[in-house]
T-cell receptor, first 116, second 115 residues
């Protein structure tokens, strides 16, 4: 089975702290994604990466950055955490393009971040 | 830009009753459509997906969905709901080509099942 592992299930940080959320997948997938999940808003794409050292902005990239130094690892960085970044963060990976029939996303269990 | 609307935020059904969750999408070309389920405290799991061909798609756990291009809909159905189906359900649409697997999700529908 594909496994996407997020390093922290629950984090509590203070306003202004730098926050790292780590994600590792074990299936050699090309694409990796960070989504943010909020009640009533569904999942919104923050950033994605289709190759090592490549990254693309999603729908809500402001206040976030990402790093992909190795194919299996995709990190989300909050340079200076703010209270409006309190949320559930979901990492996902996929092997290929959606239209090739293999675009299914595989999700981690999520990291719930609280910023005080 | 693609978008997805799930009109029902919360649905309550009795165990054994039938279920239909609504999903409407907006996309200019052929859409690639998905339904995911999220149990409490878990990540999302794929229920089913539509790429082409037969517009009635079968998924896991006894779920099915029907793609209706004329109505821009992809509603999820189950003939008899089990208590373990209580979860949040997300509809999503993806684009082809160089979209690299990006999916746009709806707002989610929370399903409560009464015994």
């Amino acid at each position: 089975d594909v496994k996407v592992t997020q390093s922290s299930r629950y984090l509590v940080k203070r306003t202004g702290e730098k926050v790292f959320l780590e994600c590792v997948q074990d299936m050699d997938h090309e694409n990796m994604f960070w989504y943010r999940q909020d009640p009533g808003l569904g999942l919104r794409l923050i950033y994605f990466s289709y190759d090592v050292k490549m990254k693309e902005k999603g729908d809500i990239p402001e206040g976030y950055s990402v790093s992909r130094e190795k194919k299996e690892r995709f990190s989300l960085i909050l340079e200076s955490a703010s209270t409006n970044q309190t949320s559930m963060y979901l990492c996902a990976s996929s092997p290929d393009r959606v239209d090739l029939g293999t675009g299914e996303l595989f999700f981690g269990e999520g990291s719930r971040l609280t910023v005080l | 830009a693609q978008s997805v609307t799930q009109p029902d935020i919360h649905i309550t059904v009795s165990e054994g009753a039938s279920l239909e969750l609504r999903c409407n999408y907006s996309y200019g070309a052929t859409p690639y459509l998905f339904w995911y389920v999220q149990s409490p405290g878990q990540g999302l799991q794929l229920l089913l997906k539509y790429f082409s061909g037969d517009t009635l798609v079968q998924g896991i756990k006894g779920f099915e969905a029907e793609f209706k291009r004329s109505q821009s809909s992809f509603n999820l159905r189950k003939p008899s709901v089990h208590w373990s189906d209580a979860a949040e359900y997300f509809c999503a649409v993806g684009a082809g080509g160089t979209s690299y697997g990006k999916l746009t999700f709806g707002q989610g529908t929370i399903l409560t099942v009464h015994p």
